[in-house]
């Protein structure tokens, strides 16, 4: 079992920046592939970063490359999005997740953080 609880949410203004956290409990953090995924209200859950144990690996969805970074520290048993350039169509609830190898669902989930991004 893994807890998951996200923090770093808020408003910002178009342009601005956002740092969000996930910090895990439970089970050996670095054994699990992390990813940030968000919902706009009406709209499907989508992915947005994922990284690998290790963090060798990212993959990112086109909407944010070259904006956004996801990074772990598995010492600290966190993950982060570094949100950059960011856009009011990036106002969402944000959401980490884990699953145990890229061939598996995420099983675990967090509560979310609301980001609101104005005009």
Known sequence: QVQLV?????????????RLSCAASG???????MGWF?????????IVARIIW???????ADSVK?????SRDNAKGTVYLQMNSLK???TAVY????RSTRY?????????????VSS
């Open 95 to 98: 959401l980490c997740a884990a």
């Open 27 to 33: 089970r050996t953090f670095s054994a699990y592939e």
């Open 6 to 18: 996200e923090s770093g949410g808020g408003l910002v203004q178009a342009g601005g920046s956002l």
């Open 54 to 60: 290790n963090g060798d690996g990212t993959a990112y």
């Open 66 to 70: 070259g904006r956004f970074v996801i």
């Open 104 to 116: 598996s669902t995420y099983d675990y989930w967090g509560q979310g953080t609301q980001v609101t």
């Open 88 to 90: 009011p169509e990036d």
């Open 38 to 46: 968000r919902q706009a209200p009406g709209k499907d859950r989508t």
